[in-house]
């Protein structure tokens, strides 16, 4: 998955890492670093838990 195809909102399967592999999230915004610069991960917050992930395309995959 390109982060071209990743878009705030989306709704995803998470794959990794396995203790949240199965569960499904939602891309909350883009993972940026103190300058802005933007690290290719996205911010994943897990349906139905307090669990807010940083995760990389690979890592899910957008269901809609």
């Known amino acids: ?3 071209q ?3 705030v909102g989306d709704r995803v399967e998470i ?3 396995d ?3 199965g569960k499904f ?3 909350l915004t ?3 670093v ?3 610069q933007l690290t290719g991960r996205w911010i994943v917050k897990v349906e139905q838990e307090e669990v807010l992930l940083s995760l990389l395309p690979e ?5 809609s």
């Open 19 to 21: 203790y949240v592999a």
């Open 5 to 7: 195809e990743i878009r």
């Open 15 to 17: 794959l990794q890492p």
């Open 25 to 27: 999230g939602k891309i």
């Open 1 to 3: 998955m390109t982060e």
């Open 34 to 36: 103190q300058d802005g």
């Open 59 to 63: 890592e899910l995959r957008v269901v």
């Open 30 to 32: 883009p993972e940026l």
